[in-house]
Structure formats: structure tokens, C-alpha cells
């Protein structure tokens, strides 16, 4: 059985729970279905759809947590995308580019790293993008809190009824 992607009630992505605590949610009448699944579960007098996306009733408070500084990150803030000649990849196809190469004095931090494709990255080599005459598609940031961060992974990994409630 699948897991469903709980909203809050403000219809911000909080977390993905099993189908259980999804029915719990249900059952307690905390929750509402937005998207169901096409699967049940038979109590002894009745059947429950299964959600594929539930928002809770009532908005809940959640502390923000800074996200954590890491490849698989750097490649999710960038959309698998090399930064220079703007091409998907997989993560094992990609590596990150310091900006301002160390070098040069650059650190490793959210605002100097971007994805970049193997290729793009040794065409840069120990240059700025300005010097190397690839400029960059987005500028480096510091992301806000992704939700579920740990395991959501890249946007195509999840199914398309949730792809609407969330965002990159």
C-alpha cells in the first residue's frame, strides 16, 4: 500500500505518511482527501479509499530547520541540472563547481557551489564564470527547509497526483 503526502491545512507539504496514519487522520477527523488512490481497505462494516493526498483541518506549527549542507542537496536546490549548460542528469552523472574556485579564495558554502556536469566543469576549470564565459543559470542560495528533506529525493521519484502540492 502507498504512503500519502499530508498538507497543512494551509496546503503546505508537511510530511509522507503510511496509509495508516493517513486513515488514522481520517478516521479522528483531522484530515480531508484531496486526491485518493484507486485502493481500499475493508474494515469490518465499511471501506475506506485509500488518500494519495490528504490536508489536515487545522494548521499546525512547524519549527524550520536550515537545510542540510550536502551534495545530494546541492544537486536537489539545482534540479539535477548542470548549472552552466543548463542539461539534466543523474546525481552519479553530476559534480559541484565552486564559483569563485578555492583557488582563488572561494569556501565551500550554499552561495559559492553549483551543480555543474563534468564536462561544463573542466571547461571552467580554475576560472570565474565571467572568465570562463559560461554564465551561470541561477545564482547559489542558501534553500529554505524542505519538508520530508530526507527522503523526498528528486520530483520525479514521487507519483503525479502530488506533484501539484509540491514545490522545488
Known amino acids: 500500500m502507498k504512503p500519502a503526502l499530508l498538507l497543512n491545512a494551509s496546503y503546505e507539504p508537511l510530511s509522507i505518511v503510511d496509509w495508516r496514519k493517513a486513515v488514522t487522520l481520517l478516521w479522528l477527523g483531522k484530515a480531508e482527501v484531496l486526491v485518493a488512490q484507486e485502493r481500499e481497505v475493508h ?9 494519495s493526498v490528504l490536508r ?15 551534495r545530494n542537496n546541492i544537486y536537489r536546490r ?4 548542470c548549472q552552466y549548460c543548463g542539461d539534466r542528469f543523474n546525481g552519479a552523472d553530476l559534480t559541484f563547481d565552486h564559483v569563485l574556485p578555492k583557488s582563488r579564495g572561494g569556501d565551500t558554502s550554499w552561495t559559492n557551489i553549483v551543480t555543474s556536469c563534468q564536462p561544463c566543469n573542466r571547461r571552467k576549470n580554475s576560472r570565474t564564470p565571467t572568465e570562463a564565459r559560461m554564465p551561470l ?26 506533484k501539484p502540492y509540491l514545490w522545488t
Open 78 to 81: 539545482d534540479g539535477y541540472c
Open 56 to 70: 489536515l483541518l487545522r494548521r499546525v506549527r512547524i519549527p524550520r530547520r536550515r537545510v542540510h549542507f550536502s
Open 43 to 51: 474494515a469490518t462494516h465499511q471501506s475506506i479509499t485509500l488518500p
Open 137 to 162: 543559470l541561477t545564482q547559489p542560495y542558501e534553500p529554505r527547509w524542505w519538508p520530508f528533506s530526507a527522503g523526498a529525493g528528486n520530483l520525479e521519484e514521487h507519483p503525479e497526483d502530488w
